[in-house]
């Protein structure tokens, strides 16, 4: 899928990436907030809800979700 690489491609990129590996995992938005708790990160489901329906988050989250999910590597490629 081809998207611009300005700052709102970017952010749907990530948005697009993380939501597939959420669901890739089989993990609820509640199930994740308890997940992020063990990386330092205090969410709960609505909050994880609104940071991927906006698309805007900080890449502390970003990165911490993908740990909570377990994901092994990440190419940008991917995104």
Do not use: C, P
Request: charged fraction near 30%.
């Amino acid at each position: 899928m081809f998207m611009e690489k300005t700052d709102k491609g970017w952010e749907d990129r990530a948005r697009l990436y993380l939501k597939a590996e959420i669901k890739r995992a089989d993990v609820t938005y509640e199930e994740l907030a308890r997940r992020l708790e063990a990386h330092g990160i205090k969410e709960n489901g609505a909050s994880i809800a609104n940071k991927l329906a906006r698309g805007t988050f900080a890449a502390t989250f970003f990165l911490a979700a993908l740990a909570a999910l377990g994901v092994q590597g990440l190419r940008l490629e991917d995104l």
